[in-house]
């Protein structure tokens, strides 16, 4: 049994690496429809299924065998020439590239993957034989390497001993094998020694399913590769945390002892300081071995953006940049859903046909972009498309005709509000329902989706040149930069990506709007909000300091009695409660407990009369 | 039986390829094992440092095993390494290829450690003769 121990692990190896390396094949089959004759490309991309068949074959997933072998012998015929490209070869590619991500997805929930569908097989192995897909012909497949070898002749006389050696490694291989039973055949007799594993005879899906069974573990991708280098450097640092520690040790005795010269109380400060310095090395070096490129979530986009393109018969190329970003793991996984959609909105509802294009004396193939850079200590993704941008009337108009807002609200709005009108739920400008989007289901999710992530998404458009979607993401979620404010007494901490500055309330300056008070900032008219009043509470003061807050499309001010400071803080969630309005607690640094708020959920649990006092309150208590 | 000392290099692309091939190799007992990722990094390893044993995939970016393998060959220092290829191709072709370049041995995926041991020691033996 210790053949194949540690099967769990190399499963997960299996999968990250196959992963990447089918995600690679897809994006050269996008190269591959341009340049059709690049034997370059057909190598790599015969490579590639060469690869995961191999794979495959030591984790006896013996489904994924037989498509990839075929899919391989459709690219050495390509290659060799003997096939010509055409779209519907190229079908049966994407569709059997298609599958093996399936099986991939099914072998990452530690299940045993079903065989392809018939249909793909036979249509392959049509294909394989120069026929187009037609009639079933499993049996027609010439590439089939057994098939290939008549009776071992002595052609080679002078080297005996190679026709043992073949006939050692293709024990079983009767000429006459179908090509499905083919690569099937060498896996169980190659594994016949491994009772435990391969069981002889047993049927290829029973056998592996309890391999693949135990190494179920978890869902979702949960290793991580990480480059040594960080991971030396997080074992350096935590060595010299621990000189220091001992350090302080010596000092704590020393002290203890009534020894509390001066010089003694230097070298705690200084040992101190260091601390303070390594702890924050450290975090940033634990961090850094959770950042991931977002190229790994890139990749996937230009193949989407194809497939899409051509079912809706425009002309796209979406071109990636700044794949080397790094990014910490769980948001890039937790950014595809949301970027997944952008990408299609832009394919679909960005760009125009290729018809519309010309005549708008654009050029025909249009352009999707989409780009990551770090700014500063902020991630920025955009998208970008060359189409016909965003008519802010119709937007309006739009949101007046599906009930979502009212007239007199739509007539308020400036243009850079009307685009922000399509992340509100139910708000689609699509009259059809398509496969493709147009649910209205769309925008306001990956706008939530963005927000947990802590990030912000904004949207500039100009018509007829096109639309610029920004997400900007914090580099990490494990800290959380805040300001820590003061309101009935207890501290707590905001989300410092929200704050835009910070100013004294002037109860002259209040002014009462249709009821509500309000601050005009540099000609801005601001709502003017308490923590207390957003939290339910009776203010115990009144406020001193106003923050100006900004979240997705509103900016207010919060009011509150005073502040501690800003500070870098970890999160913990809170255990069985969820109180309205609060992320989390963490320890402040004289160890007392602070609420993290949820400024969102804050403000939509109490929208409507949210923090609203009566304006008196604010300027007389 | 041979010595578990031998230094063995194997040579994949394909990193979990490597492992299952290194995993192998130490039921085996045999521990010493460095990895290369193509024929070229290979190479420069087997020149740069000692090994007694190749056992390399076929294919591969940059370059091949096969080419790896006629490089080892017209080397006059690497020449009588041990040479066993990997391929997932049971093709006839392929495997009178490997042996007129000169391979010690063959095998095909997926294998186990009981193939290997079988394949190893054919060639322990055909050295030793």
Redesign the interface.
């Known amino acids: 049994m210790s053949e194949f121990g540690g099967m769990e692990e190399l499963l997960q190896d299996f999968l990250m690496e196959s992963n990447d390396l089918l995600s690679d094949v897809d994006n050269k089959l996008v190269e591959l429809e341009k340049r059709p004759e690049d034997r370059a490309l057909l190598n790599d991309i015969f490579r590639g299924f060469h690869t995961i068949k191999g794979g495959a074959g030591f984790l006896n997933v013996a489904p994924m065998v037989t498509l990839c072998h075929r899919t391989e012998n459709l690219f050495d015929k390509l290659r060799n020439a003997e096939l010509q490209l055409n779209p519907e070869v190229m079908d049966v590619i994407l569709d059997a590239t298609a599958t093996v991500r399936d099986m991939f997805g099914t072998l990452g929930q530690g299940l045993m993957p079903k065989d392809a569908d018939g249909g793909l097989l036979t249509t392959l192995d049509a294909v394989l034989s120069g026929r187009m897909p037609q009639a079933p012909a499993p049996q027609a497949a010439p590439a089939a390497p057994a098939a290939a070898a008549p009776a071992p002749a002595a052609r080679q006389s002078n080297e005996p001993d190679w026709n043992t050696l073949y006939q050692a490694v293709v024990p079983a291989a009767a000429p006459d094998r179908t090509v499905v039973e083919a690569p099937a055949v060498v896996v169980a007799a190659e594994s016949e020694p491994v009772t435990a594993v391969a069981p002889p005879r047993a049927p290829a899906p029973a056998k592996t399913t309890s391999v693949t069974k135990s190494a179920s573990g978890g869902g979702h991708e949960n290793t991580i590769r990480i480059d040594t280098n960080r991971l030396d450097m997080v074992l350096n640092l935590s060595g010299e945390i621990g000189l220091t520690k001992n350090r302080l040790t010596t000092l704590r005795t020393e002290i203890l002892q009534g020894n509390n010269d001066s010089n003694t109380l230097r070298s705690l400060d200084e040992a101190i300081s260091q601390l303070d310095l390594l702890v924050g090395d450290l975090q940033n070096a634990v961090m850094k071995t959770r950042m991931q490129p977002i190229g790994r979530l890139f990749q996937k986009y230009p193949r989407l953006a194809r497939d899409l393109a051509r079912q809706l018969g425009k002309d796209v190329e979406l071109v990636l940049s700044g794949e080397e970003t790094e990014l910490d793991k769980t948001m890039i996984e937790d950014l595809n859903d949301p970027l997944v959609h952008l990408v299609r909105n832009a394919v679909d509802h960005g760009v125009e046909s290729t018809a519309e294009r010309i005549t708008a004396g654009k050029k025909p193939q249009s352009l999707i972009q989409l780009t990551a850079e770090q700014v500063g200590d902020h991630i920025l993704i955009e998208i970008t498309d060359d189409g016909r941008g965003m008519n802010a009337d119709a937007l309006r108009r739009k949101a007046v005709e599906k009930g979502l807002i009212d007239a007199e609200a739509a007539n308020a709005l400036d243009e850079k509000q009307c685009l922000q009108l399509i992340f509100l739920p139910g708000f689609s400008t699509k009259d059809q329902i398509s496969s493709v989007s147009g649910r209205g289901v769309g925008m306001d999710v990956v706008r939530t989706n963005i927000q947990k992530l802590n990030g912000r998404i904004d949207i500039n458009s100009i018509p007829g040149e096109g639309t610029r979607i920004s997400i900007s993401l914090p580099l990490t979620l494990a800290i959380l930069p805040v300001l820590v404010v003061r309101a009935c007494n207890q501290p707590f901490a905001v989300p410092l990506a929200m704050v835009r500055e910070i100013i004294t309330i002037d109860p002259e300056a209040i002014q009462e709007v249709s009821g509500n008070p309000t601050i005009v900032v540099r000609d801005e008219i601001l709502p003017l909000k308490t923590l207390a009043g957003l939290l339910g509470w009776a203010p115990t003061q009144k406020p001193g300091f106003g923050v100006l807050m900004q979240s997705a499309e509103r900016s207010f001010i919060l009011a509150i009695d005073s502040f501690v400071g800003r500070d870098d803080v970890v999160i913990k969630p809170l255990q069985n409660i969820r109180p309205k309005g609060v992320a989390g607690a963490t320890l402040s640094g004289d160890g007392s407990v602070v609420l993290v708020l949820d400024m969102e959920d804050l403000l939509t649990a109490k929208d409507g009369m949210g923090g609203v006092v009566k304006t008196s309150e604010l300027i007389t208590i | 039986m041979a010595d578990k000392n031998l230094r063995f290099l194997v040579v994949d692309?394909?990193?979990?390829?490597r492992?299952?091939v290194r995993?192998?190799l130490k039921?085996l007992g045999f521990t010493n094992v460095d990895e290369a990722e193509d024929g070229q990094v290979a190479l420069h390893k087997l020149k740069t440092q000692h090994f007694d044993f190749i056992v390399s995939?076929w294919?591969?970016?940059n370059m091949t095993g096969i080419e790896l393998l006629k490089a080892v060959r017209a080397d006059q220092q690497l020449k009588p390494l041990p040479f066993l290829m990997i391929t997932?191709?049971?093709?006839?072709?392929n495997?009178?290829e490997a042996?007129?370049a000169g391979a010690s041995?063959?095998?095909?995926?997926?294998?186990?450690?009981?193939?290997l041991e079988e394949k190893l020691n054919k060639i322990f033996q055909a050295i030793n003769k």
Do not use: C, Q
């Open positions: 692309d394909f990193s979990t390829m492992r299952i995993n192998l039921e995939d294919n591969m970016p997932a191709e049971a093709k006839r072709e495997i009178i042996a007129m041995g063959y095998i095909v995926k997926p294998f186990t450690a009981a193939t």
